[in-house]
């Protein structure tokens, strides 16, 4: 059972009261109270800090209860830490190994429909992406040519971010007439957050424009913002489609390209063929590869392909 305590006077209200009512020998000896406390602070040694440190604490002592400062829980400990709290900060994330890379590759368990390894995906190259990007599409001045240049030159290839300055991991699929290039790879931060700007301002920039192939043919690309999920610290998508000519009968390429940023590493998919583009196996790279690397820069094993996935 609570018991309600009876309220206090103000400071200023009991101050006043009691000065009206104690005698004059009360008064007498808080004088000689005082004298003594002058005396004391004099006999050691002047030391201001520690006079002014007494009564500051006596003047605090005085307060009523509810004015009184509530002192702050940062006592430190004996290693220097405030007392309550964990010392040193979180251990920041692991630098990528090159067998982290590798771990971190997905696996034909992470895609859906009858993906298949391959070996040869580091000499992929379609031929439909050889050419010269047409400068004329550009005299607007709206973009740079070299920007769309370099998305043409760079797909399949690995740097389309740019060089990597670590450990760097890639792995092919093959379905079909479809390819699905996946790289796993470590840049420097800044470098790499411009390539991700470049990224985003491709749907804009490079909308529509014509490539000029090795046989003279013009082809015509387009380039549109790409859906993927939200995952890691930045992630960007478009899909591509280059129509042109192949051995005189109309084609026509397409691609997802998917790229997953997480601190200075990111991961890029690049998915499609003539046939077109399975738009789901893209998601699901993502989907599935982004835990992957979070784990192996956490120190963790991946974990394995939920049962959802085929």
Not at 99 to 122: C, F, H, K, M, R
Not at 140 to 145: E, F, Q
Not at 192 to 198: F, G, I, P, R, Y
Not at 202 to 220: A, E, I, K
Request: aromatic share 2%; net charge negative.
């Amino acid at each position: 059972m609570t018991t309600s305590r009876p309220s206090r006077p103000s400071h200023r209200s009991h101050r006043s009261t009691a000065r009206a009512a104690r005698p004059a020998r009360l008064l007498t000896g808080a004088l000689a109270a005082g004298a003594l406390l002058v005396t004391a602070a004099c006999s050691s040694g002047g030391d201001d800090t520690t006079a002014e440190s007494d009564t500051a604490a006596s003047a605090v002592a005085e307060r009523p209860v509810a004015e009184q400062p509530i002192a702050r829980q940062t006592s430190p400990t004996a290693t220097g830490t405030p007392s309550g709290k964990q010392s040193g900060s979180p251990s920041p994330a692991a630098s990528l190994t090159q067998s982290g890379a590798e771990t971190a590759l997905i696996t034909e368990a992470d895609l859906e429909d009858d993906w298949n390894q391959v070996d040869d995906a580091q000499d992929w190259r379609d031929s439909l992406l050889i050419g010269q990007v047409d400068v004329n599409d550009f005299i607007s001045g709206k973009a740079d040519a070299s920007q769309c240049q370099r998305l043409i030159d760079t797909l399949y290839d690995e740097d389309l971010l740019g060089d990597p300055s670590g450990p760097s991991a890639l792995r092919g699929f093959q379905e079909g007439q479809s390819r699905l290039l996946y790289q796993v790879a470590a840049y420097d931060q800044a470098d790499l957050e411009k390539s991700m700007d470049w990224l985003g301002s491709l749907p804009d920039d490079c909308d529509q424009f014509t490539v000029t192939g090795r046989d003279g043919g013009d082809r015509t690309v387009q380039v549109v913002e790409a859906s993927v999920p939200k995952v890691g610290d930045d992630v960007k998508a478009l899909t591509m489609t280059m129509k042109g000519t192949s051995d005189g009968d109309p084609v026509t390429l397409t691609l997802d390209v998917a790229v997953v940023r997480i601190g200075a590493d990111a991961i890029t998919v690049t998915n499609g063929g003539l046939p077109g583009v399975d738009h789901d196996s893209t998601v699901a790279a993502v989907q599935q590869g982004t835990p992957r690397l979070q784990d192996v820069l956490a120190g963790r094993s991946p974990q394995s392909t939920p049962s959802g996935i085929n």
